[in-house]
């Protein structure tokens, strides 16, 4: 078996997922400062291959699109696959250590909060979008 030729199917299929969504893939640090430096709110998704990024933050980061109140814009980082445009986004993180899958909410360049792995892995999407919308109530009005 080609487990090259899997794996990057695995890591296609999960950058579709997400970018399907209504997200923006980020893919190097460039395309990261000028989409976290944007006046407004920034939605950021820590994309990952694990079993918890695919069961359940890539749906609830889905879900988020959808809700009454969100941010200015959705964007994404690949973490293990595009690792500069990873380690730039997590610069702008302060406070936080790095986390895949994770989510970011930004405001004018600044961190207001994140949803790190440890709320994400063994909880059901449902509660992981809930927590993501009350992040938008909170922030994004």
Same mark, same amino acid.
């Given at each position: 078996?080609?487990?090259?030729?899997?794996?990057?199917?695995?890591?296609?299929?999960? &950058?579709?997922?997400?970018?399907? *969504? =209504?997200?923006?893939?980020?893919?190097?640090?460039?395309?990261? @400062?000028?989409?976290?430096?944007?006046?407004?709110?920034?939605?950021?998704?820590?994309?990952?291959? +694990?079993? +918890?990024?695919?069961?359940?933050? &890539? /749906?609830?980061? *889905?879900?988020?699109?959808?809700?009454?109140?969100?941010? @200015?814009?959705?964007?994404?980082?690949? *973490?293990?696959?595009?690792? %500069? *445009?990873?380690? &730039?986004? &997590? %610069?702008?993180?302060?406070?936080?250590? /790095?986390?895949?899958?994770?989510?970011?909410?930004?405001?004018? =360049?600044?961190?207001?909060?994140?949803?790190?792995?440890?709320?994400?892995?063994?909880?059901? /999407?449902?509660?992981v979008a809930y927590k993501i919308e009350s992040?938008?109530?909170?922030?994004?009005?």
């Open positions: 078996m080609n487990f090259d030729f899997y794996m990057n199917d695995v890591v296609q299929t999960s &950058r579709n997922e997400i970018v399907e *969504a =209504g997200y923006t893939e980020l893919k190097t640090p460039e395309e990261v @400062d000028k989409a976290l430096t944007k006046d407004g709110t920034t939605f950021v998704m820590i994309n990952s291959v +694990c079993g +918890c990024a695919g069961g359940i933050a &890539r /749906p609830a980061a *889905a879900y988020a699109v959808n809700v009454a109140t969100k941010p @200015d814009q959705f964007v994404t980082v690949f *973490a293990g696959q595009d690792k %500069e *445009a990873t380690e &730039r986004a &997590r %610069e702008y993180f302060t406070g936080y250590p /790095p986390s895949s899958p994770s989510f970011a909410l930004l405001k004018d =360049g600044k961190i207001l909060k994140m949803i790190e792995r440890y709320e994400i892995e063994g909880h059901d /999407p449902s509660q992040l938008f109530d909170e922030y994004c009005k």
